[in-house]
Every structure is written in C-alpha cells, then in structure tokens.
C-alpha cells in the first residue's frame, strides 16, 4: 500500500539458477526506472520502502504455492563439523563484483535481507541441531528520510550451499514504494561523486 498520495507503486521479477551444490555467484537483476529518473531534467524517485519475496515456482513437493523453502538441505554424518548455508538480496546502485563485500555500511545499497541455516556438529547416536537466522534492512533503516535514485536500481542475489532439491531454478519477486521528487543539481553532483568513490 502507498504511503502517500503521489506515491507510485513498481513491481518486478528476476530469475537465476542455482549450481548442483545450491551455489550462485552474485547477479544482478536490473529494474528500469526511465519512466521516473532522468538526472538532466533533474527527475529522481525517493525510495521509502522495498520488499523482496524468494519464490520457487517448480518447488518439489509444492506444485501449488510455489513457495520458497527457507529449509537448506544441508546434511551431516555423524561426527561430522557444523554446516551452514546462506543467502543474500539486496537493492544498490553500484554493481559489488561480490555479495560478501555489502553490507549495511556500503555506500548505495539502500535494502539487505539475509537468510542462513546451521546445522550443528552431530554427535553420535544424537539427531542434528537446527538453528535459523534472518536479518532485514530496508530503505527506512538505512536512510530514514528515503534514498533518492537518478538511475536504475540493481537487485543482486548470492546463494551459498542452498541445495533445495528440485530444478534449481528460482525467482525474487521485488516490489518498490518510491515517491517522484525533483532533484537538485548538488543532489546529482554528491551522487555521482561517492559513485565514484571506490
């Protein structure tokens, strides 16, 4: 829902594959905005909130839903050390060459949602421990008075060891709450110089 009257709502969807082992380098998908920013006639979008949804529309054992299982498979013998398994989205500006280098500190990221798995060392004899975590940082989070786009946005994924049994095949559906605002010249001028502020 809009969180005010002039507010436009976009949504978009991206699609990547995971390797055998629930691997994926990161990639991008990109979400075009040449209907809302347009730096030369000072036009930008001021995000207030971005919600990511990791679908599985070939899941296994869910032909109906679809939905995504949070549930690695991960598996230990007995004996054997912990395992783990992660996965990362997030919206920014700047294409990382890697995932593991954003975080809640990297200049143009403007949302970052974490997933993991753990499975502790097992014991002889005893079943596995599970152990789950989820972290979520939004626009609201990371600018509270909104983050201002002049330029497309970027939606990057990474996977590791998420092996979840079926084609591999997945989407992130992405939905966006921005707010058209005229930018002004030294707006553009700080944009474009932390871009280049490798």
């Known amino acids: 829902m809009a ?8 949504r978009d969807r991206m699609q ?14 990109r979400i075009d905005l040449s209907d809302y920013v347009n730096a030369v006639e000072k036009k930008g979008l001021n995000v207030k909130e971005i919600l990511f949804q990791p679908r599985d529309p070939n899941a296994s054992g869910l032909p109906n839903t679809g939905v995504f299982n949070y549930l690695a498979n991960l598996t230990n013998a007995s004996g054997s ?13 700047r294409a990382y060459e890697n995932a593991s280098d954003v975080g809640i500190a ?19 004899g005893q079943n596995p421990i599970y152990s789950f ?25 990474a996977f590791d060891n998420y092996d979840v049994q079926d084609d591999d095949t997945l989407e992130v559906d992405v939905m966006i709450i921005a707010e058209p605002v005229t930018v002004t010249s030294k707006q553009i001028t700080n944009m474009l110089t932390q871009a280049q502020d490798l």
């Open 106 to 124: 990297s200049p143009d990221v403007c949302a970052v949602e974490e997933w993991g798995q753990t499975i502790g060392p097992v014991q002889a």
């Open 3 to 10: 969180k005010g009257s002039s507010d436009v709502i976009l």
């Open 81 to 93: 050390a912990a395992s783990i398994a992660a996965m990362k989205i997030y919206a920014t500006t």
């Open 16 to 29: 990547f594959t995971l390797d055998a082992t629930g691997d994926r380098t990161t990639v991008y998908g």
């Open 133 to 157: 975590f989820h972290s979520r940082y939004g626009p609201t989070d990371l600018h509270p008075a909104g983050f201002t786009l002049v330029s497309d946005l970027l939606v990057g994924v």
